[in-house]
């Protein structure tokens, strides 16, 4: 959509990177995505595989590694894939290129993962977020961009959201520095774009909100009167209505008062509500009660409910 | 360190100027006054990415410092704020190499340097756009051909002032729209920290097709020295200057 009027690298399979300065080697793999300011590649070093990201933009490059390594630096939870390397290349042709590379996270989107495993996830996948949100404001920064695209839940088990792209997580009290307009409280006329706790948790809202709207919507006359009602005819979400209506409406301070809230919400649901809503799920899709009689679906529906945690 | 002040001028224009001087010799002019030129060329729906007659675009920004972008309407608010920062950035490495090219000899460049010595000087950099004062003159084209477009340039106006106003720094606007009505450019709003309240003042649209762009650009790069004129005389005048 964009007129960009620097060169688009196409780096091809089986390509090799060398490092200008500290001349580790990289074998290029396949094309992960391409973004506003490069494109991740997957590679392997040392038979182990890797994430590269590499664009000749070196001045964005460095802003991202910059955050990169101060995330790394906070203790305790990992906020966004661990850095391995920063270096230049030049390509053949003599343009000097800027790459930095990453631990590769294996995983599904939001959306993916839900349908496979469920909706009573979402509950978890927002503790999770907003867990790591508490640590990440605790530690002076804010996420800035978060949106779905931005998130992946691990393949690997247990199954956890992670970060992968923290180009717009900006130090707290500074503009914000890179934002999408649907999950962007400005665009919706809700807030500033001043970065602070609850700038991340209105969008941490949008995620949600938008995981039922796949085609997203735009803001009208009454933008606050249309994003309480949109949330409002999402069923599913129901229970967490309370406390995304909130985080939207900027009443929150910071990550740990909605994590409590949402926690509180988890504990007081009953078990029996949620098997009764596993009949969407794939597990009870499958079993389709033509024959059996009634007797014999409320016993699987007891056993069904014993053995969902 | 005192902090500095960065002027800019923004075009928003969707066409070739066929009046008056060559808008990138004007653009040219302003870069060596310290005045960098960014310019957002406006596509209709139906337009190519590379339409004739916008050309143009690149070259005033390239000669003027700045930055330029080709956007559809939809996409404006996003690319006005991201064109603004960009450019920010951009003119205060152009600082930062100049002094590095003073301490490390004429040759240095950023680029020169080792990826990690220069993540400490975009970290520098950062702080510098992040905390300096901001004048920027937005000029309008409003010319027969925006009148569809102008909706969503206010708009876009209204946004970037959102994203500024989030900054450490200060921050002031004035708009501008040309052709004027018996001057190249008409005033819509006087130099101010936000830009909420233009709904009202946002100008109609100004007859006939011509599309003076070289003189309107004059006319705002005088628009800086006009205010430091002011200045000189008015001492007080910080207090229509929002504190962050």
């Known amino acids: 959509m964009m007129h960009q009027t620097s060169k688009k690298l196409n780096l091809v399979p089986n ?9 580790h080697v990289y074998t290029i793999r396949r094309k992960l995505g391409s973004g506003a300011i490069g494109s991740v590649y997957l590679c392997t070093i040392n038979q182990k595989y890797a994430a590269l990201k590499i664009s000749d933009k070196s001045t964005s490059m460095m802003m991202e590694v910059n955050v990169l390594k101060s995330l790394n630096k906070v203790q305790g939870v990992c906020l966004g894939p661990s850095l391995m390397d920063v270096d230049d290349w030049i390509a053949p042709d003599g343009q000097a290129y800027t790459f930095y590379v990453m631990e590769y ?205 | 360190m005192k902090k500095g002040t960065l002027k800019q001028i923004l075009l928003l224009t969707d066409g070739c100027s066929n009046k008056g001087e060559d808008p990138s010799a004007v653009a040219a002019l302003a870069f060596e006054q310290g005045i960098s030129v960014n310019v957002i060329g406006i596509l209709d729906d139906d337009q190519t990415e590379h339409p004739q007659g916008l050309e143009e675009v690149e070259q005033i920004a390239l000669s003027g410092g700045g930055i330029s972008q080709l956007v559809y309407t939809k996409a404006l608010s996003q690319t006005v704020q991201m064109v603004t920062k960009q450019a920010m950035t951009q003119t205060l490495q152009g600082f930062v190499n100049a002094e590095l090219k003073q301490i490390l000899g004429p040759e240095q460049t950023m680029e020169d340097l080792a990826p990690d010595k220069r993540g400490e000087i975009m970290e520098v950099v950062e702080d510098m756009g992040e905390t300096c004062d901001l004048e920027v003159v937005v000029l309008v084209d409003t010319s027969a051909s925006m009148r569809d477009k102008l909706l969503t340039v206010k708009e876009a106006l209204i946004d970037l002032s959102i994203s500024l106003n989030a900054r450490i720094g200060r921050n002031r606007f004035c708009i501008f729209s040309f052709p004027g009505r018996r001057k190249d450019i ?25 599309t003076p762009t070289g003189p309107a650009l004059r006319e705002a790069m005088y628009q800086f020295s006009k205010k430091s004129l002011l200045r000189s005389l008015h001492k007080d005048d910080a207090s229509n200057i929002e504190e962050a």
Request: aromatic content about 10%; cysteine-free.
């Open chain 1, 15 to 23: 390509t090799i990177i060398r490092g200008k300065w500290h001349n």
């Open chain 1, 105 to 309: 996270v294996r995983g599904y989107s939001l959306q993916q993962f839900l349908s496979r495993n469920g909706r009573e996830w979402v509950g978890v996948l927002m503790l999770q977020l907003l867990h790591d949100l508490k640590k990440l404001h605790e530690a002076g920064w804010i996420f800035g961009d978060l949106k779905e695209e931005n998130l992946l839940v691990t393949i690997d088990t247990p199954s956890r959201v992670r970060w992968i792209d923290v180009g717009g997580t900006t130090q707290m009290g500074r503009a914000i520095k890179e934002y999408s307009e649907f999950y962007d409280r400005g665009y919706w006329e809700m807030g500033s774009r001043k970065a602070e706790p609850s700038y991340d948790l209105f969008a941490l809202a949008m995620v949600f909100i938008s995981l039922y709207y796949p085609k997203q919507f735009a803001k009208d006359k009454h933008p606050q009167r249309l994003l309480v009602k949109k949330l409002q005819d999402i069923t599913t979400l129901r229970p967490y209505r309370p406390a995304l209506q909130k985080a939207l409406l900027g009443e929150y301070q910071t990550a740990g008062e909605m994590e409590q809230e949402i926690s509180s919400i988890i504990s007081r649901m009953r078990p029996r509500h949620t098997s009764r809503q596993k009949t969407s799920g794939p597990a009870a899709a499958a079993f389709v009660p033509e024959v059996a009689g009634l007797a014999v679906v409320s016993a699987m529906y007891y056993l069904f409910s014993l053995l969902l945690p």
């Open chain 2, 186 to 210: 008409q005033k819509v709003l006087d130099w101010s920290p936000r830009l909420d309240n233009i709904s009202s003042v946002f100008p109609k649209l100004s007859s006939g097709g011509v």
